[in-house]
């Protein structure tokens, strides 16, 4: 079992950063690929970015690349998403995703449904006034 726990949401103006942090425990972090998502009101989950085990690989939903970026401290069990000029469509509850996942290239095409992770965070709301 793993536990994820979600830090850093808050209410922002547009332009504004926020860095989002993600806690493992449970078991060993550098064994998991890492991902966040995010889920608007009324809409449906969508795959924001995701890390391999080392942090060698990433990948981003293509309406994010250059404003946010994942990364991950192994010493820390822990993974960030550092959010930049943020926009009020940004405004959501962000969730961190684990999956036991030792491959140097994870298959992010598969990895940017929610179904293929296992374990979630409870998420962190996000909201970016105009």
């Known amino acids: 079992q793993v536990r994820l726990v979600e830090s850093g949401g808050g209410l922002v103006q547009a332009g504004d950063s926020l860095r989002l942090s993600c806690a493992a425990s449970g078991r060993t972090f550098r064994n998991y690929a890492m991902g966040w998502f995010r889920q608007a009101p009324g809409k449906e989950r969508e795959f924001v970015a995701g890390i391999s085990w080392n942090g060698g690989s990433t990948s981003y939903a293509d309406s994010l690349k250059g404003r946010f970026t994942i990364s991950r401290d192994n010493a820390k069990n822990t993974v960030y998403l550092q959010m930049n000029s943020l926009k009020p469509e940004d405004t959501a509850v962000y969730s961190c995703?684990?999956?036991?996942?030792?491959?140097?290239?994870?298959?992010?095409?598969?990895?940017?449904?929610?179904?293929?992770?296992?374990?979630w965070g409870q998420g962190t709301q996000v909201t970016v006034s105009s």
């Open positions: 995703a684990a999956q036991f996942d030792t491959s140097w290239f994870p298959r992010w095409s598969d990895y940017r449904t929610s179904s293929s992770w296992t374990y």
